[in-house]
């Protein structure tokens, strides 16, 4: 048999969590053909020698809604082995869009999600159209923000809908399900996802739930009320029908410490009543968001000064990397007069870091057996972002796995590809098997590491040797070769 591209003697983790097997994978077109020990000529031979062949990386926790578009060769994703990313998270994306949605995201949408380009389209479907249109280097499923519909319904009004607001909202949602998305995401802690009660949340979700689709969620507290917030998610997952998926699974300040072994225990008993819930997670004790989200929360508050680092600023490029301690005494300026005074000059844009998580917290979560990987990196192209846009699956497969052993690699080479796969029904996508399609990243288990800071974050991992997308060959001996041959991956009922 002759191969597109043949990748010999590599250390074989197919996704499944089962032990690596010493194998061959051969390629042809867009599909895995054959794996085992391979004779056929290839057009192109990969020595994968003392390295590990792995399906590519899903990033099911992604912003990346605009900068698919702005920068489609996303280095930042496919140079840490990402070949998948969900976007639409935390109930902000870029469709549906009225023009009240338009602006307000235009507000501060800017620093966090880079260039919106001409942001033109309207529904769900002429947006998946430009992805189309413009393909980037790795494929995209994508969620409905519930901002969006309630944007393209509401405007900024902080009150209940009606009942026919109801039906104009799941019409939204509907549209974008018949689209091919995935599911429909929250973001509870912001506006307007605040002025939502539990309610609408669930009315929009079974719409979703028709679709077999997925709800994920930023809840609306990770911080003195989770478990509240974790029995909320849980309700609207019984109630509407929906899958769930909890965003970015952790429990913030330092007195809500260790509490998610009771909300772990909560999703454990809710996965024992039948519903199909699951998280994901980052790999670090650090947030981030932006710094008017963090005083609305009131997170300020209770943060100490020195746990709030400023990441980006629109106007004041001076103070990124810089603490709120470290600001407030270059200015003589008192805390409150400080956080105000940025908010007044910098608009809404201002993106903070905030270290607010117990690492022994993050490991519990990460060893969870229902928890996938999501990076939650902000796309900027100024200032200090989050280490984790750079970095994230680099940093479990370095830290996590080869040096304090938390997961084995199996375990999570398989809540990067196989689990997520099967959470948000990517067909034939996550696993390395005959018929698969050829998304597979190539990487050295003893040099693969995060080496991003949070004075330093655009760093690419090193150990990442190959990155292949559809059965093109992407990242090369760790370069990128220009290659943009991802697609659109539209949800149906039974996958995608």
Known sequence: ????????????????????????????????????????????????????????????????????????????????????????????????????????????????????????????????????????????????????????????????PTAQDIERMQALVQEGMDAGAAGMSTGLFYAPGRYAQTEEVIALAKVVAEYNGVYATHMRDEADHLLDSIQETIRIGEESGAGVQISHHKAMGRTNWGKVRDSLALVEQAQARGLDISSDAYPYTAGSTTLAALVQGGVIERAAPSDV???????????????????????????????????????????????????????????????????DGIPSVAGKPHPRLYGTFACVLGKYVRDIQLLTLEEAVHRMTGLPAQKFRLRDRGLICDGSYADLVIFDPQTVADIGTYQEPRRHPPGIHSVIVNGTVTIEQGRHRGTCNGRLLRHDAAGI
């Open 1 to 160: 048999m002759r191969y597109d591209i043949v990748i010999r003697n590599g250390t074989i983790i197919d996704g499944t969590g089962q032990p690596s097997v010493q194998a061959d994978v051969g390629v042809r077109g867009d599909r895995i053909v054959a794996v085992g020990s391979l004779s056929g000529e290839a057009s192109q031979a990969i020595d994968a020698a003392d390295h590990v062949v792995a399906p590519g990386f899903i990033d099911v926790h992604s912003h990346d809604d605009f900068a698919l578009l702005d920068r489609p060769l996303c280095d930042f994703k496919i140079l840490q082995g990402v070949t998948t990313e969900v976007i639409g998270n935390c109930g902000f994306g870029a469709a549906p869009a009225n023009d009240a949605y338009r602006n307000f995201l235009r507000g501060f949408g800017p620093l966090l999600f880079g260039p919106m380009g001409d942001f033109s389209w309207e529904t769900t479907a002429e947006f998946y159209h430009a992805l189309e249109s413009r393909p980037a280097a790795v494929n995209v499923a994508c969620l409905i923000p519930h901002a969006a519909v309630r944007y393209g319904v509401l405007s900024d009004e902080k009150r209940e």
């Open 309 to 375: 680092l400023i990441a980006s600023t629109p106007v004041q490029h001076e103070y990124e990397g810089k603490t709120l301690e470290d600001i407030c005494q270059l200015t003589g300026k008192s805390l409150q007069q400080t956080v105000a005074e940025l908010i007044a000059g910098e608009g809404e844009s201002t993106v903070a870091v905030i270290f607010g998580m117990d690492e022994a917290d993050v490991r519990r979560v990460l060893a969870h057996p229902t928890t996938m990987i999501g990076s």
